[in-house]
Every structure is written in C-alpha cells, then in structure tokens.
C-alpha cells in the first residue's frame, strides 16, 4: 500500500502503531515511515498487518492529510526516462537492466542525506532493511549506479533530487581462450549458477567486480554448505582457482554475490596460467603454474599485509601451503613438483598488493645438524640422523599481535618437497626424519638437535610422526 501524506508546514511525522514487547517488558512502535519540517509531502510503502486495519501514528503541528494508494499509483521511471522530486518518495521502473543517474541537491545548507533503495519483484516492499541500497549520501550527491530491471525505487531524500535512466554500456566482447562467461548487475545476494566446462579439473575463474567495499562473493556447494571465495579484502579485479565435486556430483557451482553492483566472470582453462619461473612479480590475486622440478619459493613483498601462496596438482583438489606472510619481511617455503606433472600457484592477497616469487633449486635450501633459527615460513633441511629435534618458537616477539594466530607447525617433506606428514602443531621436541622440512609459523623460531642422535648410515627404527 502507498501512503501519502502532505502537511503545509511545522514538524510532521507518520509512523506504523505496531507495539512490540521486548524481553524487558517494554513497549516499543516501528520507526518512522515518514518525517519532515515546513511544508512537507512525501510517500512511503506500508504493509498492513493480516487480519487487521492500517493502522498510524500522525504526529504534527498543523493540518495534515493521509492518502492510500495502490503500489500500481506510483509515478513510473521509464527506460532512457527521467523523474524529478523533492523528499521521500516512491517510484516504479519498468524497463530492463540499465545505469540509473542521481543527483540529489543535498538540501537545506546542503547538510541532508539521500538514500535510494530497490525492492525487485518477489521481494517484500515494506521491509525496508531487505531492500537493496543503490546509493547513499549525505549533502550535494552526483553518482551512476546499475539497477538490474523492473523494480520499486524507494527514496529517502532531504531535498530535491532527479533519477534519470540509461541503457548499461554493452560488455566488453569475449577474447580467445574463455570457455564460459557470466555477467551482470543489480541485485544484492543474486545467486549466479556456473556450469563447469571441465568437470572432474579446476577451471581459472577470472573476476571483474564493482560494488561496496564490504563485498563478498561465497561459494555454495550441492548440500548447501557455504565458503567465501573472494572477499573485500582481495579486491574487484583477479583470478581463483574454481575446484569441481567428487564423481556424481552435479558439475555446478553456486556463487552467492553480496553487495556487488556490478560483475563479471569468465572461466579460462588452467593453461591460460601464467608461467612461473626463476622470477615473477604480479599485484592481487593470481593463478601461475610450474613446469619445472621441485623448487625453494621466496615470497617478497614492500607493504604489510596477508599474502598466501598455495599449489595443487591438476585432477586434484589437494591443496599445499606453500608460504604465508603478513610482514614485508621474506617468507619461504617448498614448491612442490613431480616429472611432467604441471603444479599449479595460486597467489591471494589485496587488489592493490604487490607481490614476487624467486626460485631457488633444492641444493640452496639451508642445512643444519645442530641448530638454526628463522623467522615465519620456511623450509630447511635436517642433514643428521632421524631422532628427536625440539622445536621453539617465540609466540610474542615485539611485532604486533595478529588475529587467530594458529600453532607453529613442522611438517616432513619427501624427495619432490610433497609435504609428508605433520610433524608437530606446537612447540616440544619430536621426532624428525632426515630431509627437508617445513616450518609453517609467523614469528620467530628454532630447531635445536635433542639428545643423543645416531650417527648417520647407522641402523634406526622409525617412531610415529609426533612423537618424541
């Protein structure tokens, strides 16, 4: 229902008498539909309760008037049309997707705000924390924001404004290589169903996002179960890895798409990776692949902050840390590789984040038989025989403190740096095997030979991994 009301001047209000109990006996009404000073008019949805009549709370000073409407009364925005008002109202646009233009004068000594909102069919016009916010603003506002179709739009506005409607710009034609794209605008929480060209193996899911700061797109499997993919922290612009089910699963992915104006996805094969090398550098987030035999990574990078690096083999949906950072101090770790099996990199970090990976050959990962420290990620080699080693680790070291930190851990590493076993989660002597290891950490840490240790070639009997 639409109402609309009109006072020729003084402070006015209307709101919804709807009492409410709270848990502490107290009795509370709906906030305002509408409210205002001097000569005032405006409209607003209102939704009367089943079974009951309209029921509102006028509160003004002079004469007023109440008026109810069917929502079919509201004044139409028309494809490549334009709508001009002053204070709250209420609008129906009756055309398809296209860029919606605001200006909003910003009212009374330019201090007054302007909230418009878009109610899409299926959706409950009056309850107004569902809707999807368009724009938003306090004083003179200029803004474009895409509406995805037909739709109310809901202003919130201090002063006089102007809505004006143009086709979105046609998407950028597809190049070489992309096996399937997925784009569009306008609504908030859409769920978008991809389709996997390749099932059974990864595919690269390239992204092209607008919309707030506070974006998420989250990934919803077959039974339901959900995981964030991309978040606001890995900014509008990359590339993910998108994994496929087991066997028998249904060969499609549901992204469920939060605060996003705008997207765009296209899916590429994992050939289109970049290659990496002895060197590379890239910003945000990535997808590179490894043609090469086992390597030791070094991530760099000049600004603080998360960056992950993580690989897996195609066909497999194993996948390896291979080093974390949150300080511009360098991290490593093992990459590994097996004969004529590619391994693929993915690099996470924010949109604007610079990044390098160098490679090293295992000959130049560090050795000890005694002791050696190190500081965050990294992979050494334990050159004495298996037996106890203590591992410390310093869990506060001047730097500051991080959220959820987890336990340090050793992991055992095989001939194609392919991680083994977990060695340890935690601090403690354990039992090492000789090889190369990983040490999956964040701060400051030592590995010290424990005990008596036999002398290499001489006979040994193997403990369970973890125990010392």
């Avoid at 209307?14 to 000569?39: F, I, K, M, N, Y």
């Avoid at 194993?318 to 080093?323: A, D, E, L, M, N």
Wanted: with cysteine; net charge negative; proline share 10%.
């Amino acid at each position: 229902m639409l109402v609309e009301f009109a006072s020729p001047g003084g402070p006015a209000a209307v709101e919804a008498v709807e009492l409410v109990e709270t848990a502490d006996g107290e009795q509370r009404t709906a906030s305002p539909l509408l409210s205002g000073t001097g000569r005032f008019r405006g409209r607003a949805v209102f939704t009367p309760r089943p079974g009951r009549p309209p029921m509102l709370r006028v509160t003004a000073r002079r004469q007023w008037s109440l008026t109810f409407l069917p929502l079919a009364e509201a004044r139409v925005l028309e494809p490549a049309g334009t709508l001009q008002g002053t204070g709250p109202d209420v609008l129906r646009y009756s055309g398809p997707a296209a860029d919606l233009r605001i200006n909003h004068t910003g009212g009374r000594a330019d201090r007054g705000s302007l909230t418009l909102s878009a109610v899409y069919p299926g959706s409950d016009p009056a309850d107004r924390d569902a809707a999807d916010v368009l724009a938003r603003g306090r004083g003179a506002l200029i803004d474009v924001t895409p509406v995805a179709g037909p739709c109310l739009l809901l202003v919130d506005a201090d002063g006089p404004w102007s809505l004006t409607t143009a086709p979105s710009a046609p998407p950028e034609p597809s190049d070489d290589g992309v096996l399937a794209e997925y784009a569009g605008q306008g609504r908030n929480l859409e769920v978008v169903e991809i389709a996997h060209p390749s099932p059974g193996s990864p595919v690269i899911l390239e992204y092209d996002l607008e919309g707030s700061d506070f974006f998420a797109v989250t990934e919803i499997d077959p039974y339901g179960d959900t995981r964030e993919l991309i978040s606001k922290d890995e900014g509008f612009q990359g590339r993910r890895l998108l994994f496929t089910g087991a066997a028998g699963e249904p060969a499609v992915t549901r992204l469920e798409l939060g605060a996003l104006t705008r997207w765009r996805f296209r899916l590429r094969p994992l050939s289109a990776a970049r290659p990496l090398t002895d060197a590379v550098k890239g910003t945000g987030c990535d997808v590179l692949v490894h043609s090469g035999p086992p390597a030791a990574l070094t991530l760099t990078s000049d600004e603080p902050g998360p960056v992950h690096v993580t690989s897996l083999e195609a066909g497999g949906l194993g996948r390896v840390r291979v080093t974390r950072a949150h300080t511009p101090r360098p991290a490593r770790g093992p990459l590994r590789a097996r004969p004529g099996v590619p391994t693929y990199v993915l690099v996470t970090a924010a949109g604007d984040r610079s990044w390098g990976l160098t490679l090293r050959p295992p000959a130049e990962i560090r050795s000890f038989a005694d002791a050696i420290d190190g500081h965050g990620h990294d992979v050494v080699r334990w050159t004495g025989a298996p037996g106890p080693v203590r591992f410390d680790y310093d869990f506060d070291d001047g730097e500051p403190l991080l959220d959820e930190i987890p336990r340090p851990e050793l992991w055992a590493l095989d001939e194609h740096l392919s991680p083994l076993h977990r060695i340890a989660s935690g601090t403690g002597v354990h039992h090492v095997p000789t090889g190369c290891l990983q040490v999956r950490a964040h701060r400051a840490w030592r590995l010290t030979a424990d005990g008596p240790r036999q002398a290499p070639g001489a006979a040994a009997v193997e403990g369970w991994p973890g125990t010392s």
